[in-house]
């Protein structure tokens, strides 16, 4: 998801506001293990929407080890470099079940997560907000999704862990958590939204501008 906190408050995309989530543990394991060297980072290319791997449920990660926690940190400088508050891993082309989260956009370390083999074990209330996505750059839509909501995952190192979240934490989790089940905001949005979105994609595609 992309940063939308210069913009809009409410804009999963990419929003960084304030005050405006929060995240209260339940049993969390480390998230974020640090790494002991810090070797420069690699910066991925984010995968756009019309390539396939954004659309296929992605495999369950079973070997958790160095390179695992490397590609976690090599998706956050991505995400940063991106100006997101969220990334998948099909987002950078690999057919992973991992995802991070920080929705302070790189202003608080300890904000960093990693989701490993995440999913939602409780949702409840629900919010409508507009969100983007750094797969579909430009385009934005109304998505409904749950107000609160608690994750059960691993980390980089295989612990398993539960976290809730609330609001724009929430809706981050869930809209990872989609990618790594091959489904794009745009799915929850009304079919003539989506193929207005889709059009004029098409459209940039031929013109050379996607």
């Keep these: 998801m992309p940063d939308k906190s210069p913009r809009s408050k409410s804009e999963i995309a990419g929003e ?12 969390v394991a480390d998230a974020s293990p640090e790494i002991a060297s810090t070797p420069p980072r690699k910066i991925y290319n984010i995968v756009k929407y019309g ?35 969220g990334l998948a891993a099909p987002q950078i ?26 999913e939602i074990i ?5 919010k409508r907000e507009e969100e983007g996505c750094l797969s579909i750059p430009g385009f934005r839509g109304y998505v409904v999704r749950p107000l609160f909501v608690t994750v059960r995952a ?13 609001d724009l934490l ?8 989609d990618h ?18 889709r059009r004029k994609i098409k459209k940039m595609k031929k013109q050379g501008e996607w």
Excluded: W
């Design 154 to 166: 691993q980390t980089v190192t295989g612990e398993t862990f539960e976290l809730r979240g609330e």
């Design 16 to 27: 960084t506001p304030a005050g405006k989530s929060a995240a209260a543990p339940i049993a």
């Design 180 to 197: 790594l089940h091959g489904v794009l905001f745009i799915q929850h949005l009304s079919m003539l939204k989506r193929d207005l979105i």
């Design 122 to 126: 409780h949702a409840e209330g629900e």
């Design 51 to 85: 390539d396939p791997i954004l659309e296929k449920a992605t495999a369950t990660v079973t070997k958790f080890d160095s390179e695992l926690a490397e590609l976690a940190e090599d998706m956050f400088a991505s995400m940063y470099a991106a100006q997101g508050v």
């Design 93 to 118: 082309g690999k057919n992973m079940r991992i995802a991070v989260v920080d929705v302070t956009a790189g202003k608080n370390p300890e904000a960093k997560i990693v989701l490993v083999n995440p």
């Design 170 to 177: 929430a809706r981050a989790f869930c809209h990872e958590i």
